[in-house]
């Protein structure tokens, strides 16, 4: 592998009120929809010969456009899934209890794991994200997109830089931004951080 490209899905009505989502299946909103049809216009500028798309609604419906307006192999992984939240999937961010919130909080700043026995650590997230990325190193093709969610993608772009863990909570990655690295001397380099699709599409008209 070469160069990877990483997006996050387009916007779900979750999304906009701010609802933890998880390993909840939620649809795209309508701008969600539009996102990922830009995206998909982007694609096509790009050199990518493999999507892989985390197997839950909102980011198979935006690799589908990808794929089929850009004309890419596609394959789907649950190892590509957004953390479990466990009791907290599906929950409003702002109607979160004091002790909820500073659970969350711990989470994702401290990286203490939720007292939830169904929820992830961020060590079982990024350990099926690497994993999954490690089992497609050797793949013919050289240039592989992921379709994933925020933190998910969040997690696996401060494991391959290795960035500080602790400032993780510092990036927000907006809903299908483009993010591309590329591997050589035996690591990974960032060549862009969360552009933004329609500024890319203003590029290219």
Not at 113 to 122: N, Q, Y
Not at 130 to 157: E, F, K, R, T
Request: aromatic letters at 4%; one cysteine or more; hydrophobic letters at 35%.
């Amino acid at each position: 592998m070469k160069r990877l490209f990483l997006f996050r899905h387009g916007e779900t009505d979750a999304n906009r009120v701010g609802i933890l989502q998880g390993h909840l299946d939620t649809r795209l909103s309508p701008l969600g929809v539009n996102q990922a049809n830009q995206l998909s216009v982007v694609c096509k500028q790009l050199p990518i010969d493999v999507i892989h798309s985390s197997d839950l609604i909102r980011a198979k419906a935006t690799a589908a456009k990808l794929s089929q307006n850009a004309g890419r192999l596609l394959c789907y992984s649950h190892r590509l899934r957004e953390i479990n939240y466990g009791h907290l999937n599906g929950q409003r961010i702002d109607q979160l209890d004091d002790t909820k919130r500073q659970q969350l909080h711990q989470l994702y700043q401290q990286h203490i794991p939720l007292p939830d026995p169904h929820a992830e650590t961020m060590a079982q997230l990024e350990s099926r994200l690497v994993g999954y990325l490690d089992s497609i190193m050797d793949w013919p093709q050289h240039n592989h997109g992921i379709i994933s969610h925020g933190q998910a993608l969040n997690c696996l772009l401060h494991a391959l830089l290795g960035w500080p863990k602790h400032n993780m909570h510092l990036l927000q990655l907006t809903n299908c931004s483009v993010t591309e690295l590329k591997f050589t001397q035996d690591r990974w380099q960032l060549v862009r951080l969360n552009q933004d699709v329609t500024s890319i599409l203003k590029g290219i008209s």
